[in-house]
């Protein structure tokens, strides 16, 4: 019989979204004969309390998968150590993990995904990371999934073989950089993946993400996505630990389930081109960006 991943979604102290979550995740071809994992981290303040709560009443009956097990979190571990906790753990168990947080939406064919490629690219040490959201990118000639090298962080999944290589270690990561390395890291210029390294170490942010990327990119990784996304992240209005309020991420999910898989394992240069493309482009023109800034500072 075939053994599919174990589903591991963190959750925190928004119920509205997780509700969200949990519905399009029950929706999912797999979702019956899969596993599911939730983390529940402990309330960081006072305040925390009540929506911490209200969060894990939602998720005490919890239906539509083989199984279901609740971690509750007595203390509040943070969301980057919450996940690295989490999914080195369910790894550990069963080789594989598929990662959900509280604010994505997925395609019915998502788990599909996250199950074919895991299965394809299990025994191939190229392969670290298979991303499920993709930019809203430009171009009718790409393929249905391909390789690159950036770890995207909204619903992904990977091996223990991979996991291993992951450095927590800001300073062990950020010494093995140079130049070329820093420009190839930010796509080109294009994206500020650096900033998010520095800032990470002045103690700014808090991302598991951007040292899980490091490491993928510093071991030679690539990372598996498909060109339409399979899901759309609703926490871009203020409620999410890292993202303000903005639209410019805002994708239409792919209704379709993925049937095609690169058979070279090599980053596809049309989709980085395409994706440097978009990032280049993502933040608009000035009005735009202005409109922007005042809509998230005053709402």
Do not use: C
């Not at 995740?25 to 797999?30: G, I, P």
């Not at 971690?71 to 369910?90: C, F, M, T, Y």
């Not at 939406?105 to 025994?123: C, D, G, K, M």
């Amino acid at each position: 019989m075939q053994k599919f991943a174990p589903i591991a979604l963190f959750v925190y102290n928004r119920p509205e979204h997780t509700r969200r979550t949990l519905k399009f995740l029950q929706q999912n071809v797999l979702a019956d004969e899969s596993r599911l994992f939730v983390f529940s981290d402990g309330p960081k303040t006072p305040g925390d309390h009540k929506n911490v709560n209200e969060v894990r009443e939602l998720i005490k009956d919890i239906g539509g998968f083989r199984s279901v097990e609740v971690v509750e979190r007595p203390v509040n571990l943070g969301l980057a150590n919450s996940i690295i906790d989490g999914v080195s753990k369910l790894v550990d168990e069963y080789g594989k993990v598929i990662v959900f947080e509280d604010d994505l939406i997925s395609s019915p064919y998502t788990l599909q995904y996250f199950n074919q490629a895991l299965q394809r690219y299990e025994t191939n040490a190229k392969v670290m990371h298979i991303g499920a959201y993709m930019y809203p990118l430009q171009g009718k000639n790409l393929p249905q999934t391909f390789f690159y090298r950036a770890a995207t962080s909204w619903g992904w999944a990977t091996w223990k073989r991979a996991w291993k290589q992951f450095e927590p270690d800001i300073d062990k990561l950020t010494k093995q950089f140079d130049k070329k390395k820093i420009n190839s890291f930010s796509i080109d210029g294009t994206m500020n993946f650096w900033k998010q390294m520095q800032e990470f170490k002045s103690g700014k942010n808090n991302s598991w993400a951007i040292r899980w990327y490091a490491s993928i990119f510093l071991n030679g990784g690539l990372t598996l996505n498909p060109s339409r996304s399979l899901i759309n992240n609703i926490g871009h209005d203020g409620t999410g630990v890292h993202s303000g309020i903005n639209d410019m991420y805002h994708v239409r999910i792919n209704p379709d389930p993925v049937t095609q898989f690169p058979e070279h394992v090599e980053e596809n240069p049309v989709a980085y081109e395409a994706i440097k493309g978009f990032l280049r482009k993502r933040k608009g023109t000035f009005m735009q960006r202005v409109v922007r800034f005042i809509k998230g500072k005053f709402g």
